[in-house]
């Protein structure tokens, strides 16, 4: 089931209205896991177990890390709950990559490792990184258990994040549950503004640049240089507008129902620096590497050199999460390079007085440009194509090719362009009531305006194969 | 009283919202803005309407015939008259009118012979030979062609026997024959009592609301897969095909055919329409090398909009260009000579 569909509305109105009728906090906790596993189990239901499991070990082995005296016992028991988190992530998503990556490696050996058709659950990164904070949170004195295994439950499956994020931080939404859950009328008229801004998002705008980027993307070597630049513009804008999209979409319909969501993204294309890009683009994951992989190997605490090595390793993990190929890897492993740079150009280089116009305009085009060039790597089916792209972005071997000047792209980027511009200056977005007219207008219009210009063919969310 | 309040207030929001809307769609989007019946040509654009296609950036204006361009007048006594018959890619509503080959080989001849040549666009969008077959005395009567042009393309034997068009062919014992399928705005007839929203059809919003929920839902039970084509029954293409040209040839003993192809190679249905086309003599200029030449060339595909995708869809004004130089060459060495 996905958030723009007619079943998802029908979905979340029960929801909704059992929310509002029931008085229990705990039935109405019952009643949103059931609906959680509804959400998951329209996509596959053989796969619930698995949600199960997740919440069930995790629940115990927390507890047991809590109740535990000695540092050693405690450390035991969140080995093993990392070591079954990251057995049930690396079965799942990374089994037949490492057996085909071995494979490719000993080419010309007779032993070849065998494959299996394993079925990639959604969302299985994000479950699994949730679960992991949770008890490492736990181990480290920052949060206590969750007080039920129906809470743990509801921060593994809760549906408004379950497929796509934001991955959630146990310390912020566990202690969500222990209040009453209440749903307040202008929640919802703020969660329904929410999720109408994402659902413009994804169908006006990802929905339509999809139409001009894959095309272009299934067989670059036909386009034109210009045109395979755009196509890399359009899929860094859809991708944007895809993913937070979808995440506007889970923090609004989690507002109604009286949750709060951490933001996700805070316009991550107006960043000067790589090291500015993370801090604004999937802040949930950039957060979680931060907190768990960065600092525990090290951070900037060991030395420039280190902090460097640290990066990287992070960025190639991050990379990798998003998805079992190769392609991902070097989308991260280019970011740390990235970061990397920066990291030694702020450190070194940087004069101090470089903060004119100019350079701001500067720096944010080079970061563009880089993001860019990597999305490249991060969309590309195979590196074979990512090379095609390469090679005709930077005029190597042939320019020509059909040349297509989508008409969608000169339309979303000044919109874009102008929606940046009134965010930076606006801070909170505005909200409007439905209790005027105004408000109600505007509400029609974009119903309306979802219905007439939606694409007829809508592409799946980008970021439920992670 | 305060509820019945905010019902208004909020029924007044959707007019708002709606009329909005209108002016936007009839201004930026929108593509047909509904048509009239003809008891002779079936369902016609509105006369003086401009249409915009969903492909391309121009609008055209429609004449009293439901067809894209002036009206048609008498004809004059030095003039040759060429008409056009096909389908969208005749019409080319994606085309301005300057581009299109229709008018392009107009002017091509013109300049070529020095004679006073008029061609006719009669292209239709969704039109099949089973139209050119049974409009034929219309078409003689009402514009007098010296010479017709009759566009086919790769997929044309569906639309031919297709029932939901408003003429197709059919089989009555061992003969084919036209039938006239004029019918009503299929809402109406699949729900009656909705004809009570007719006068509403003529607004862009509701227009472009009735036309696509019927297709998004078809799509969300299809899971994004098409929609079927219905009324297509199992035929002998290669029998329809042949009674089509044997009928089209002695209905306008002066034509030839246009056949549109971007296939690299013949296709089986191409071999059959080539294979009557020469049983009956009737002249087929296919474009299919003068196509791909191009595209070798220059790189470029002869269909498709920035505004959709090239290599897809209705040809563009390059395809037109190339369309009108095939024609007039066509003219040149067979016919006007």
Known sequence: ?466 | MRVLKYILRLMAAAAVALLVWEVVLENCVLREPGGNNSPILGRIFKPGIYLQGTEGYCKTRMNSLGMRGAEILPKTAAEYRILMLGDSQTAALQVSDDKTFVHLLQTKLARNTGREIRTINAGRNGASPAYYIHLSNFYHSFMDPDYVIIEINEDFITPIIDKTREFYVKKEGAEYVTVANFRDYYLWRMFPPLKVIKPFVAFSTFKIALDEIPVRWEQHRNHGAPARQEGTPAVDYADVIDWTLKTLKSDYPEMAILYLTLNKTESDMEALWRGSANKYGIDLVNTRDAFSGYYQSHLQPVNGFYNTMPGTGHINEIGHAILADCLADYFMRKVLR
């Open chain 1, 1 to 466: 089931m996905i958030f723009c569909s007619f079943e998802f509305l029908i979905f979340f109105m029960v929801i909704l209205l059992l929310t509002i009728i029931i008085r229990q906090n705990k039935a109405k906790k019952l009643i949103l896991l059931a609906g959680s596993c509804y959400f998951y189990a329209y996509w596959d239901y053989r796969f619930l177990p698995l949600l199960a499991g997740l919440s069930i070990v995790n629940y115990y082995t927390g507890s047991k890390i809590a109740s535990t005296q000695v540092r050693a016992g405690k450390k035991r028991w969140l080995v093993a709950s990392i070591v079954f988190d990251l057995m049930i992530l690396g079965f799942f998503k990374y089994f037949n990559f490492f057996v085909g990556s071995i494979n490719s490696l000993t080419l010309s050996s007779e032993i070849r490792l065998p494959s299996m058709d394993i079925i990639l659950p959604i969302g299985i990164s994000f479950m699994t990184f949730e679960v992991m904070s949770y008890t490492i949170d736990i181990y480290r004195g920052k949060n206590k258990p969750a007080a039920s295994l129906l809470d743990l439950s509801l921060l593994v499956t809760f549906f408004p994040h379950l497929i796509s994020g934001p991955i959630l931080k146990p310390g912020h939404f566990l202690p969500q549950l222990d209040r009453e859950i209440t749903v307040r009328w202008n929640n919802v008229e703020k969660g329904t503004q929410i999720f109408l801004l994402g659902m413009v998002k994804k169908v006006l705008v990802a929905d339509r640049l999809a139409l001009f980027v894959d095309p272009v993307f299934k067989a670059p070597q036909d386009y034109g240089s210009g045109t395979v630049w755009l196509a890399v513009i359009a899929y860094a804008i859809q991708i944007y507008c895809d993913f937070s999209g979808y995440t506007d979409m889970a923090i609004g319909s989690a507002k109604c129902l009286g949750f709060e969501f951490p933001p996700n993204f805070n316009m991550p294309y107006i960043s000067k620096s790589i090291t500015e890009f993370w801090r604004r683009w999937h802040i949930s994951l950039s957060t979680w590497l931060k907190d768990y992989l960065y600092i525990p190997l090290g951070g900037n605490r060991k030395g420039k050199l280190r902090q460097y090595m640290n990066l990287m390793i992070v960025m190639l993990l991050g990379g990798l999460w998003h998805g079992a190929s190769w392609n991902f890897v070097i989308w991260g492993g280019l970011h740390g390079l990235g970061l990397m740079i920066h990291k030694l150009y702020s450190d070194h280089l940087r004069p101090r007085a470089f903060n004119s116009r100019p350079y701001a305009c500067v720096s944010w085009l080079l970061t563009m440009a880089f993001v860019c060039v990597a999305w490249v790597f991060f969309r590309s089916t195979d590196f074979a194509v990512s090379f095609i792209i390469i090679k005709k972005m930077f005029l190597i071997g042939g320019i020509r090719g059909i040349t297509w000047y989508a008409t969608s792209l000169f339309v979303i980027v000044p919109v874009l362009i102008i929606s940046h511009y009134l965010g930076l200056k606006l801070g909170d977005p505005p909200y409007v009531r439905y209790e005027n007219t105004w408000g109600c207008f505007l509400l029609f219009f974009v119903l309306l305006g979802l219905f007439y210009l939606a694409p007829l063919n809508s592409s799946p969310f980008i970021y439920f194969q992670f």
